[in-house]
Structure formats: structure tokens, C-alpha cells
């Protein structure tokens, strides 16, 4: 038997399969379905920044507008028992570690460092292992400037984990400039770990209705080739650990992110579309592509095909693609 045991965040895995953030993590009865199918760790849904803030604004504005509540009586009123989707989101955490034992992961969809980072602490009282920071923040704005699109990001970073002291990660897209730069910056923070990469919602066209609507939810093996560049590219030069997630689908998925230097990898559309017993099968192929090669621990091989390891860098940039064409032309 091989051992899939392995360290993510400073906490203990049973191995490297996450149930990254998503629909199938937001209720305690498929938390603890995803355990009994082999899941190493589970990042809850994000709760949004948006929710946080106005919550307790909403409730009030709805109480005084039915006539419920006269403005002088608000001065007598514990704000803290109105939030309800913050308080589910903490029940949802100390329920869930109640009744699991592998690590639980909060998330936090945020596009601000402004006025939610205290609600970092509650996530920690309530008992998480960790958080993770969502960073949903898509440089459309044509006024600003990369440094001020990335301050964003070091902000908010600085604001959480100067609060909390459970390990934090943070979830990034691709869309940052200079992302091999502004990866190894995050990395210099007190972040533990990186997650390569969100996966936008895109938009199609439907060309007869002139209409708008967006490409599948749901991702393909095939766009596991953009974090398996990047983590290979930043693997061993980063100051944390790296999750590789997007277009990961199967085991062999698993390994390449390994063999690329993830420290562990997150799952959403593969447990959609096959179910959360598909963990086992993804397992059994990890255990049985290892006992083939003879490895016997996930450090005997993770980091193995990282650019900084291989034997062969220039895979991973541009110069590969200039022998590709110039092959294909001379034949
Ligand atoms: C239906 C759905 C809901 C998602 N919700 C969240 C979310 O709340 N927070 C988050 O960080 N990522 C969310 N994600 C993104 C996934 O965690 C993951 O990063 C993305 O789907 C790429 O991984 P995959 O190829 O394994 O699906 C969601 C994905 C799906 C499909």
C-alpha cells in the first residue's frame, strides 16, 4: 500500500484530494458524504463579501420599513443576532467539524479589504482549520493600474491574517499581470498557500438572437493545462504551498499537478459530473500509477516535472512552441 498521507497549510491530509468550493459544500449531511468517499480536506462554499456587509443593514432597513422597529429602539438591538446567513455559515462549521475529522476550510468570496476582514475572526471561534480567500476580482477597469489592481490582494491579506491565526490561502485567477512576480509576492506574506486557479464563469454569444450566455459551468480535463504551467513555473521558488486547481479530473489529473509541485489539488466539476464516489476511483488510479512506478510517499515524486527539477525547463515556455511550428513547417 502506498502512502498518499501529505501536509497542506501546516495541517495533516489523508491525502491530496480536496472538495474545492463549491454547491456540493455548503451542507453538513455531503460534508460528510465527501469524507466517507475519501476526500482528504473540504473548502466550504463561499460565504461573499457582499453578504457579510449588508446582512445586518438588510435585516434592520426590512424592520423599520414594516414598522417593526422605531429608530430610537435600534441603539437596544444586538446586531449580531440578525445575521442569518453568517450565523448558518458558522453553524455550518462547528456542525461540520463536529462531524468529521478531516481539516475544514472556510472560504470568503472578497473583492475589497474593506469592512469584512474582523468577520475572519467568527470563522476561527467557530472552529475552522483554516480560511481561504476567495479574490474574485477581474481587472476590467480600465483606470487602473496593475499595482493598484494587486494592492487589492496584499491588503486584504495583511488585514486577515493579522487578525486570525488559523492558516489563510488564497485563491487567485490567471487574469494579474506579471503573475510569475505577483505569485512569488504573495507567497512572501504570511499566506500559506496558493490556489491556481479560480475558474470564471466566461461568456458565449449566441450569434442568432444576438444574446449573451455563458460557456459551461463546469470545466474539462483539457484546461488542466493552464495551472499545470503555473504551478510547474512556481513550484520550489514560492514561500507556501500550492494548490493546483481547475480541469482536474481523474487520478492521472492528480498526479500530473503532483508531479508539477502541488502540494494537494482541488476537485468541483469531476464530483458534479461523476459523483463523490468518484474520489475512490481517483484514488485507486493515484495508488496504482505510484505502485507501477514504485514510489511509496507523494514526496517521492511531487515537484518531480517543476521547471526548476526538469530536465527539460523550456516546456514550459515559449520556445516550445517555436519548435513545434517549425517542425510542423518543414515537414
Ligand atoms: C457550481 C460551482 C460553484 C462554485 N462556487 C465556488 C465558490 O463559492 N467559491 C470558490 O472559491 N470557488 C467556487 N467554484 C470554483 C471551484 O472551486 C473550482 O475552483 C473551479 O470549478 C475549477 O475546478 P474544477 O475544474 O475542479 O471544477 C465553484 C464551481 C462550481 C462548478
Known amino acids: 500500500m502506498v502512502n498518499l498521507t501529505t501536509k497542506y497549510m501546516g495541517l495533516t491530509l489523508k491525502n491530496p484530494i480536496i472538495a474545492g468550493s463549491s454547491g456540493l459544500t455548503n451542507k453538513l449531511s455531503d460534508i460528510i458524504e465527501l469524507e466517507a468517499?475519501?476526500?482528504?480536506?473540504?473548502?466550504?462554499?463561499?460565504?461573499?463579501?457582499?453578504?457579510?456587509?449588508?446582512?445586518?443593514?438588510?435585516?434592520?432597513?426590512?424592520?423599520?420599513?414594516?414598522?417593526?422597529i422605531y429608530p430610537e429602539t435600534m441603539d437596544y438591538f444586538d446586531f449580531d443576532e440578525m445575521e442569518d446567513p453568517i450565523a448558518n455559515y458558522l453553524k455550518l462549521i462547528s456542525d461540520a467539524k463536529k462531524a468529521v475529522k478531516i481539516p475544514i476550510i472556510a472560504s470568503i468570496n472578497c473583492v475589497t479589504s474593506n469592512k469584512w476582514p474582523e468577520f475572519a475572526?467568527?470563522?476561527?471561534?467557530?472552529?475552522?482549520?483554516?480560511?481561504?480567500?476567495?479574490?474574485?476580482?477581474?481587472?476590467t477597469d480600465l483606470e487602473r493600474t496593475a499595482e493598484e489592481n494587486e494592492k487589492v490582494y496584499f491588503d486584504i491579506v495583511s488585514k486577515v491574517t493579522g487578525l486570525v491565526s488559523i492558516p489563510v490561502s488564497?485563491?487567485?485567477?490567471?487574469?494579474?499581470?506579471?503573475?510569475?512576480?505577483?505569485?512569488?509576492?504573495?507567497?512572501?506574506?504570511p499566506i500559506k498557500s496558493i490556489v491556481?486557479?479560480?475558474?470564471?464563469?466566461?461568456?458565449?454569444?449566441?450569434?442568432?438572437?444576438?444574446?449573451?450566455?455563458?460557456?459551461?459551468?463546469?470545466?474539462?480535463?483539457?484546461?488542466?493545462?493552464?495551472?499545470l504551467r503555473w504551478v510547474a513555473i512556481m513550484a520550489n521558488r514560492v514561500n507556501c504551498n500550492l494548490a493546483a486547481s481547475t480541469g482536474i479530473h481523474d487520478g492521472y489529473g492528480v498526479v500530473k499537478a503532483l508531479l508539477a509541485g502541488a502540494d494537494v489539488v482541488q476537485?468541483?466539476?469531476?464530483?458534479?459530473?461523476?459523483?463523490?464516489?468518484h474520489i475512490g476511483v481517483?484514488?485507486?488510479?493515484?495508488?496504482?500509477?505510484?505502485s507501477e512506478k514504485?514510489?511509496?510517499?507523494?514526496?517521492?515524486?511531487?515537484?518531480?516535472?517543476?521547471?526548476?527539477?526538469?530536465?527539460?525547463?523550456?516546456?514550459?515556455?515559449?520556445?516550445?512552441?517555436?519548435k513545434f511550428f517549425r517542425d510542423r513547417v518543414q515537414k
Open 121 to 139: 475572526k467568527r470563522i476561527e471561534s467557530a472552529g475552522a482549520d483554516a480560511l481561504e480567500l476567495n479574490v474574485f476580482a477581474l481587472p
Open 282 to 290: 481517483m484514488l485507486k488510479q493515484i495508488d496504482e500509477w505510484m
Open 170 to 189: 488564497i485563491k487567485i485567477s490567471q487574469y494579474n499581470t506579471a503573475l510569475g512576480s505577483f505569485i512569488k509576492r504573495l507567497s512572501d506574506t
Open 196 to 227: 491556481l486557479f479560480n475558474r470564471f464563469y466566461s461568456p458565449d454569444f449566441d450569434i442568432h438572437n444576438f444574446d449573451f450566455n455563458s460557456t459551461t459551468v463546469f470545466s474539462t480535463p483539457a484546461e488542466l493545462s493552464l495551472p
Open 37 to 68: 468517499q475519501g476526500a482528504g480536506a473540504i473548502v466550504l462554499k463561499s460565504l461573499f463579501e457582499e453578504e457579510i456587509i449588508n446582512e445586518a443593514h438588510d435585516n434592520i432597513n426590512k424592520m423599520q420599513a414594516s414598522g417593526f
Open 267 to 277: 476537485v468541483a466539476s469531476t464530483l458534479y459530473r461523476n459523483g463523490f464516489g
Open 294 to 322: 514504485g514510489y511509496k510517499s507523494i514526496d517521492d515524486f511531487k515537484g518531480k516535472m517543476s521547471q526548476s527539477k526538469s530536465h527539460n525547463p523550456a516546456a514550459f515556455e515559449r520556445v516550445q512552441f517555436m
